[in-house]
């Protein structure tokens, strides 16, 4: 079994009135690539703010590594917390030497990983004279110094170009490749469902779901399904009790079938039925159209 | 602690917000030593070269030095309210530091302030020394040698409440600008509403005092000098100056002003969201 790396138990916190998170739970094993969803407000960055122990929160707790809190788990992390942070009238250079004395780790990784964010070039060049996607870069070349078991990312492709975001949906990729636990909060979510294994949504301050990326899809599968006679066809499968939601579109119908029902089993039933199908096909629902009809609910 | 240090100076030395501060510091307080040597103060009994002759000496450069305290203040003031704007506290709390270890950091960095400001005044006070005093007067150093420790004391103590202003504020202009008005004219009218027995025991007053002028009066009479607190008549300290109360007890009280400063910086650093 997998070791569980965080650990959150009944998180919540208010800014004054506002309710930013509402008894809140969740677990990260090692080696998951874990999405963070929600919309703006709905406590993604409180979430990560409290495991890091930037704020507090009002009650519950957390544990990293199955320890109690203290500063050496937090030199196993590596951590981007909404926007980078640096001296501007220091360079890349010497703002990374800083970090590598906080996490009491030897300068000579600098130099890999302004390679691998593409900063080697600049790493001289002040702080304040780079773009926002360049800084953001740097904030990724903070977070990997030292080569961090995990990596806690906040809408790391935040002011980047698209070639920007392929480049740190890739770094994002090798680091998971190598084993890395990685925490991943955006609201992008084409780009959670492309690197994440699991994902958490949440909601005005409530976790609204949580699990597998690829069970979280299939588990709202459509069917398409077309024949010559498709009134009768709808009819006949709503009176059949085996679909969640039958809707008619466009030369077709398009069903939502309950578990543990699915394609073949609705092909069989039709046939049965005295129903010959056209067409018979899976549509999966993209996270985006998920997370969607979760926030309308 | 060594590690911590080394953060802040490598924080520091490429910084514009030091260098010219500190310069300022240096270069004024030179100048302004220099000028006093040259003055002539035409007073009948009074020798100004009397100022640059020890024990007097100590007096004159720690109170000189006390002038530009101010400007280790604002030091101070601009390193920790930087910590707020670029967000570096939050970011140093991220990749591992302690709020205790913030907290640790900056007082580490006000003691070699307030070290390196001691290191200057001992080294200008010999300078000055060496063009002023025979055989005879050197003999005398150590009679006021309390007087550098004393000005430690007070360069620490204004960077502790700087240091409490600007966790409080997190603004750099609103931390200095309160820090000054405190400093005059707010506290001099607030004392202005209490008997002597209790101005005295007022913040800036009591820091203020850590350094006083040369005592012109006594230099000039070299007779024992006589204070009044409260209608009682003191013995004061032969050959240094009129202390309103006693220098042992003034250095007691800003070493409590310290404690209190700090212990409200770490209090505010430890519960302050970042």
């Known amino acids: 079994m997998t070791a569980e790396i965080l650990h959150i138990e009944n998180i919540s916190k208010h800014y004054g009135a506002v309710e930013a998170l509402n008894n809140l739970s969740l677990s990260v094993s090692g080696g998951q690539v874990f999405g963070i969803l929600g919309p703006n407000g709905s406590g993604k960055t409180t979430t990560l703010s409290i495991v890091?122990?930037?704020?507090?929160?009002?009650?519950?707790?957390?544990?990293w590594f199955n320890n109690t809190q203290n500063n050496n788990n937090k030199k196993r992390i590596g951590s981007l917390i909404e926007s980078p942070n640096f001296y501007p009238y220091l360079t890349a250079q010497q703002n990374l030497t800083i970090t590598a004395k906080i996490k009491e780790i030897s300068s000579s990784d600098i130099e890999r990983v302004l390679k691998i964010t593409g900063l080697y070039e600049r790493r001289n060049y002040r702080f304040d004279s780079f773009s926002l996607g360049m800084k953001q870069r740097l904030a990724l070349a903070a977070v990997l110094l030292g080569d961090p078991e995990v990596l806690v990312l906040d809408e790391p492709?935040?002011?980047?170009?698209?070639?920007?975001?392929?480049?740190?949906?890739?770094?994002?990729?090798?680091?998971?490749?190598?084993?890395?636990?990685?925490?991943?909060?955006?609201?992008?979510?084409?780009?959670?469902?492309?690197?994440?294994?699991?994902?958490?949504?949440?909601?005005?301050?409530?976790?609204?779901?949580?699990?597998?990326?690829?069970?979280?899809?299939?588990?709202?599968?459509?069917?398409?399904?077309?024949?010559?006679?498709?009134?009768?066809?709808?009819?006949f499968l709503v009176r059949a009790g085996v679909c969640k939601n039958v809707t008619t579109i466009e030369k077709g119908i398009l069903v939502e079938v309950q578990q543990p029902f699915d394609s073949s089993y609705i092909n069989k039933l039709a046939f049965e039925n005295g129903f010959m199908l056209n067409t018979i096909e899976t549509r999966t629902q993209s996270l985006e159209e998920q997370f969607l009809k979760l926030m309308k609910k | 602690m060594k590690r911590l240090l080394e953060i802040e100076f490598l924080k520091l030395f490429t910084y514009a917000g030091f260098w010219v501060p500190a310069s300022f510091w240096a270069v004024l307080y030179v100048f302004c030593l220099f000028i006093s040597t040259q003055i002539n103060i035409n007073f009948p009994g009074l020798d100004s070269k009397t100022f640059f002759i020890f024990p007097n000496l100590w007096n004159t450069t720690t109170w000189l030095a006390s002038w530009f305290n101010l400007l280790l203040a604002i030091m101070i003031m601009i390193f920790i309210c930087n910590e707020f704007s670029f967000r570096t506290f939050r970011q140093h709390v991220i990749d591992g530091l302690s709020r205790n270890e913030l907290f640790l950091a900056k007082v580490a960095l006000m003691l070699v302030f307030a070290v390196a400001g001691v290191a200057f005044?001992?080294?200008?006070?010999?300078?000055?020394?060496?063009?002023?005093?025979?055989?005879?007067?050197?003999?005398?150093?150590?009679?006021?040698?309390?007087?550098?420790?004393?000005?430690?004391?007070?360069?620490?103590?204004?960077?502790?409440?700087?240091?409490m202003i600007s966790l409080l504020l997190k603004n750099t202009a609103i931390s200095i600008i309160t820090f000054i008005l405190y400093f005059f004219p707010i506290e001099p009218i607030i004392r202005n509403f209490f008997p002597d027995k209790i101005l005295f025991f007022f913040p800036m007053k009591v820091i203020s005092n850590?350094?006083?002028?040369?005592?012109?009066?006594?230099?000039?009479?070299?007779?024992?000098?006589?204070?009044?607190?409260?209608?009682?008549?003191?013995?004061?300290?032969?050959?240094?100056?009129?202390?309103?109360?006693?220098?042992?007890?003034?250095?007691?009280v800003a070493l409590g002003y310290i404690a209190i400063f700090l212990t409200i910086s770490w209090y505010v650093l430890k519960k302050k969201k970042l």
């Open chain 2, 121 to 163: 005044v001992i080294i200008l006070t010999f300078v000055t020394g060496l063009f002023f005093n025979t055989s005879e007067t050197w003999s005398q150093l150590f009679d006021t040698l309390y007087l550098p420790v004393v000005y430690f004391v007070q360069a620490f103590a204004y960077m502790s409440l700087a240091m």
């Open chain 1, 157 to 235: 492709a935040n002011g980047l170009d698209p070639q920007g975001i392929a480049d740190i949906r890739e770094i994002i990729r090798n680091q998971a490749t190598l084993g890395k636990t990685i925490i991943l909060a955006s609201h992008i979510l084409d780009e959670v469902e492309k690197v994440c294994t699991h994902v958490a949504i949440l909601k005005k301050g409530k976790l609204i779901k949580s699990g597998k990326v690829h069970e979280l899809l299939s588990a709202n599968e459509q069917i398409f399904l077309s024949s010559d006679r498709n009134t009768e066809l709808f009819e």
């Open chain 2, 210 to 252: 850590l350094t006083p002028a040369p005592d012109v009066f006594h230099i000039s009479t070299q007779t024992q000098f006589y204070t009044t607190i409260n209608g009682q008549v003191t013995n004061s300290e032969p050959a240094v100056v009129p202390f309103n109360i006693p220098l042992w007890e003034n250095t007691l």
């Open chain 1, 52 to 63: 890091m122990g930037i704020i507090y929160p009002d009650c519950g707790n957390y544990l």
